[in-house]
């Protein structure tokens, strides 16, 4: 049996880690970060980058490369907050085929679950490259606020990552899992999850008990998130630049994207400075010449732009302790989770908030990923002194007469779990019924999230009233819902599971599965490609270095030799000329060699002087 891994599929950054010998591993991408940008660029040549060296070609890519897909996964187009992210994206959200929120790369329209596919890819690879086996099954978490299409999506984005998601954990619950674990003798206490990150706001309240683990409830906001932090920093560089010279920087995307980097650099820095310099130069070109953005930002102007922003998370805390009917002095520990709550303002304001200090013992990177990892090795067998009571974030009802939302599993309810309905006919020989699910809070049928609408046929022709069909409604321990339907007279029984209208459909995952599948081999022969023309690239850095130094201890037919291989690697890089590239590189290395060779032997006379000269001194001594 393989191991599973623990992913942190997060908005900004995603983490992998991994239970070794009861101990659970972050593991480090091949840059020896812990963490990997959950960032993807689509190059010109039909690259597909992602991580770090796409975020690095953000700038110059920035209308091709995705980042905050997550805020995405499962959307709607025309919800609010997603037109929101259409506003501030240098790349272009479009509507999908089922009209949810799509992006368009290169002409191409893709599902963020394709988007993310590519993440949890990556993150799979890295696992699989430190660990030196192949890994199937993973444990993939997300916000405990996701509902079931953004859940749907994420294990859709699994599938087509060639991963079999075995559980889909809610983030709080796993920092508490990761925490928990840690002090398992020490319940029953009651943890307020605090966790703010790139995209997300997620508050829970669990109680840990004997290595039981009971979220009392949940809330959160899905669109309250450090790229907030980040834009409100951007809108006020762009507002008193505006007002300086007239030009709006936030409609040039190159200079969004300049922007964007250095408020989030800034933003970071001010969690342990009082003060940075913001210097941006050359951003746009006006009738007069260059224009340059220079500002001074300090911790306290920064906090006043986004006071709104952690006043804003305290509501979703206010709710959810009303949901577990505590008061906040009842609340034993504050774990705070994701890279905001390194903000000193947010740790001050938190604290305030619940009256007491807040924890800050863990890594908030990676506690996610690890308590996703605890949870693997729950599902294995591998560690049994713990247990995992999660709930379900949202009601789950049907819409009846009038349009009205009707619940049937309230959220906060323990998962999983199954509700039983008995629904009839309206009418004499009605012959079908119609069930349209929902997910939401609200009371009318309209403003809630629809997950599926169904239809029951063949009932047989009966006064109305009569027929008794029986629908269980079942929320599965990854809080996805899906519906069993059955005829009571004639025992039929009909399983319906929901296709959640947000995501994608079973025949589109096994297409994009298959298409993974039939590209493995191109992606291999790409990262190859790729390998060749960095290692040409390093050689030819290297070569002409050494030849403006070392090229005297050569002759010149051999330095004009040289450098004729090295104008015909470059020649070769331009024209994507691989194959030729192999041979040349071969050349090229033979005759960096012999420079280095010569450059040796000149060393060597060098060091014996050297050598001299120290015998001659520490003699003197
Ligand atoms: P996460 O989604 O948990 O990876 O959180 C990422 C968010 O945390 C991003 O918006 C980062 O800019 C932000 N972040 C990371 N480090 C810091 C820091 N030292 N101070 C403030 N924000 C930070």
């Known amino acids: 049996m393989g191991r599973t891994i623990g992913i942190d599929l997060g908005t900004t950054n995603?983490?992998?880690?991994?239970?070794?010998?009861?101990?659970?591993?972050?593991?480090?991408?091949?840059?020896?970060?812990?963490?990997?940008?959950?960032?993807?660029?689509?190059?010109?040549?039909?690259?597909?980058l992602v991580g770090q060296v796409a975020k690095r070609q953000a700038q110059t890519n920035s209308e091709n490369t995705i980042y905050a897909v997550k805020r995405l996964i499962g959307r709607r187009f025309d919800a609010p907050d997603v037109a929101q992210a259409r506003r501030s994206s240098p790349f272009d959200i479009v509507e999908g085929p089922n009209g949810d929120a799509w992006v368009n790369v290169r002409g191409k329209q893709m599902s963020p679950a394709e988007v993310s596919a590519l993440i949890l890819k990556e993150m799979r690879k890295i696992a699989e490259d430190h660990l030196g086996e192949e890994i199937e099954d993973a444990v993939v978490t997300v916000p405990a606020y996701f509902n079931d299409a953004q859940r749907q999506a994420t294990k859709d984005a699994g599938r087509i990552a060639g991963l079999n998601v075995s559980r889909i954990v809610n983030e709080p619950t796993a920092a508490a899992l990761a925490y928990g674990?840690?002090?398992?003798?020490?319940?029953?206490?009651?943890?307020?999850v605090y966790d703010l990150g790139g995209g997300t706001f997620d508050i829970s309240i669990l109680e840990l008990?004997?290595?039981?683990?009971?979220?009392?409830?949940?809330?959160?906001?899905?669109?309250?998130?450090g790229e907030d932090f980040d834009h409100a920093i951007i809108d006020w560089i762009a507002d008193r630049f505006e007002e300086a010279?007239?030009?709006?920087?936030?409609?040039?995307?190159?200079?969004?994207?300049?922007?964007?980097?250095?408020?989030?650099?800034?933003?970071?820095?001010?969690?342990?400075t009082d003060s940075v310099e913001i210097n941006l130069p050359f951003i746009h070109t006006g009738d007069d010449g260059p224009?340059?953005?220079?500002?001074?930002?300090?911790?306290?102007?920064?906090?006043?732009?986004?006071?709104?922003?952690?006043?804003?998370?305290?509501?979703?805390?206010?709710?959810?302790?009303?949901?577990?009917?505590?008061?906040?002095?009842?609340?034993?520990?504050?774990?705070?989770?994701?890279?905001?709550?390194?903000?000193?303002?947010v740790r001050e304001r938190v604290g305030e908030f619940f009256g007491q200090e807040v924890d800050t013992s863990v890594n908030p990177d990676e506690v996610v990923a690890m308590g996703a990892a605890i949870q693997g090795g729950i599902i294995k067998g591998?560690?049994?002194?713990?247990?995992?009571?999660?709930?379900?974030?949202?009601?789950?009802?049907?819409?009846?007469a009038g349009g009205v939302f009707t619940p049937l599993i309230h959220r906060n309810t323990t998962v999983p779990c199954s509700y039983t309905e008995i629904f009839s006919t309206a009418r004499d020989n009605q012959e079908m019924v119609r069930v349209h699910i929902l997910q939401g809070e609200r009371a009318m049928a309209d403003d809630n999230k629809s997950l599926a609408l169904f239809e029951l046929t063949g009932i047989p022709p009966a006064p109305r009233g009569v027929p008794k069909i029986a629908v269980t409604f079942k929320i599965d321990e990854n809080g996805m819902v899906n519906v069993v339907a059955r005829d009571e007279a004639t025992g039929q029984e009909q399983s319906v599971n929901i296709v959640a209208d947000g995501g994608l459909s079973d025949?589109?995952?096994?297409?994009?599965?298959?298409?993974?599948?039939?590209?493995?081999?191109?992606?291999?022969?790409?990262?190859?490609?790729?390998?060749?023309?960095?290692?040409?690239?390093?050689?030819?850095?290297?070569?002409?270095?050494?030849?403006?130094?070392?090229?005297?201890?050569?002759?010149?037919?051999?330095?004009?030799?040289?450098?004729?291989?090295?104008?015909?690697?470059?020649?070769?890089?331009?024209?994507?000329n691989f194959e030729e590239l192999e041979t040349i590189i071969a050349t090229l290395e033979a005759g960096a060699h012999r420079l280095a060779e010569a450059m040796y032997a000149s060393m060597d006379d060098q060091l014996m002087m050297d050598d001299d000269e120290a015998t001659a001194q520490s003699l003197e001594e």
């Open 507 to 576: 025949q589109d995952v096994e297409r994009l599965i298959a298409e993974a599948e039939q590209k493995r081999e191109e992606d291999a022969r790409v990262r190859e490609l790729m390998d060749l023309r960095n290692q040409a690239e390093g050689l030819l850095y290297s070569t002409e270095r050494s030849l403006e130094m070392y090229g005297q201890e050569l002759g010149p037919e051999e330095v004009q030799e040289l450098s004729e291989d090295i104008d015909t690697v470059k020649d070769l890089i331009e024209d994507a």
């Open 181 to 192: 674990l840690a002090n398992v003798s020490a319940g029953p206490i009651k943890v307020a």
């Open 382 to 400: 591998e560690l049994t002194d713990v247990l995992l009571l999660d709930v379900t974030p949202l009601t789950l009802g049907v819409e009846t």
């Open 291 to 345: 224009l340059h953005v220079e500002e001074t930002l300090t911790r306290e102007i920064l906090e006043e732009l986004v006071d709104h922003l952690i006043e804003r998370s305290l509501d979703p805390c206010r709710t959810a302790l009303q949901d577990a009917g505590l008061r906040r002095s009842d609340v034993d520990e504050i774990l705070l989770v994701g890279g905001m709550t390194r903000m000193p303002k």
């Open 209 to 225: 008990m004997d290595g039981v683990f009971s979220v009392l409830s949940t809330s959160g906001d899905t669109f309250l998130g």
């Open 14 to 48: 995603s983490c992998v880690c991994c239970v070794i010998d009861d101990e659970h591993v972050v593991i480090p991408n091949a840059e020896g970060s812990r963490t990997t940008p959950s960032v993807v660029g689509f190059t010109e040549d039909g690259q597909q």
């Open 245 to 272: 010279h007239g030009v709006d920087l936030t409609e040039i995307p190159m200079a969004l994207q300049r922007l964007k980097e250095e408020a989030e650099q800034a933003k970071c820095e001010l969690s342990s």
